[in-house]
């Protein structure tokens, strides 16, 4: 068994005791263990344990539980052990108080192997945020995706946030959604993204209240910047201005953006001829999302111009279904002849594929 998920289970000290006695027995090959919501919440300190002990353990996800001060002291501890293999944490809305994060921080600079971290629904101050630069100022700590969505960062946060897209030891995959950022957020944000030793190759920015003024500063950054591959800022009232300004980023020979989310973002068919203008012209983009946006059946005939095109790189689109009925047709027609272009309407989520490419 290589994945254990004991959410909403109601755990005694003893059974607790017996399950991690277990884990640490060597021929364990577990690999993720998955605890959300368990109660109650105090038997968790016994995964220290499991921590110590269990090397191939990498993958904890400890979401959804109020840890309180003594339990997250003692698995925060636990991050600095040489034994402790864990790369994948998740902390999401565990109620965590500024100081829990000033000592989860404080083990993050001496832990050696975690490369992902999601605090993800944690109310996080200024000076939290700040506190982030520690361990990035390391080079022992080697965490490279981090997700703060709706941690309710303000502008100042930005400020903070955009050192650790320059610092030595930069984060790749960054997720900042459900965030009230605005376009004065984002200013600095784009500042250090569009700084040559800025690293970040995915970026999210969904529902943060960004309008094309935010757009604008995010072409300006992707233009400098080749390392960027996936950028969503779904659910922003961007408007077909905002992505006018970001088609002319696409058709630019020096980008290399694969994935670009723009769901729900209030566009019309007023844009759809920029978007196949860079549709025809970008040699890498592969996934777009356009669901949730009133493009009309004349804006999704623009789009098919360039989709159609064996020149065309785009391989997985986003549409509404009563828009993607216009094009069912054409597209069959098109993969008879060995395109490999899939319009999605909705996820599948037993389908790993589906749940994954964004």
Known sequence: MRELDLSDSKLNASSMKRLCYELRNPRCR????????VSPVRVLKEL?????????????????????????????????????????????????????CHQLFAELGENSSLRFLSLGDNNLSNTEVKRLQGPFGTSRCPLKELSLEKCNLSVASCRDLALLLTSAQGVTRLCLGLNPLQDDGVEPLCGSLAHPDCVLERLVLSACSLTAEGCQELADALKRNPNVKTLDIGENDVQDDGVKRLCEVLKCSNCTLSTLGLERCNLTRGCCQHLSSALGSSKSLVNLDLSGNDLGPEGVSTLWKSLEKPTCTLRKLRLEEDLYSIVKAELEKLQEKGSSLRIKCKWDFNDFEDKWWW
Do not use: P
Not at 30 to 37: I, V
Not at 65 to 93: D, K, P
């Open 30 to 37: 577990l690999q993720k263990l998955t605890c959300r919501s």
């Open 48 to 100: 220290v344990l499991v921590l110590h002990g269990n090397h191939r353990l990498t993958h904890l996800d400890l979401s959804c539980n109020n840890l309180g001060i003594t339990v997250s002291a003692m698995i925060f501890r636990t991050l600095r052990h040489s034994a402790c293999n864990l790369q994948y944490l998740w902390l999401e809305s565990c109620g965590l108080t500024a100081w829990a």
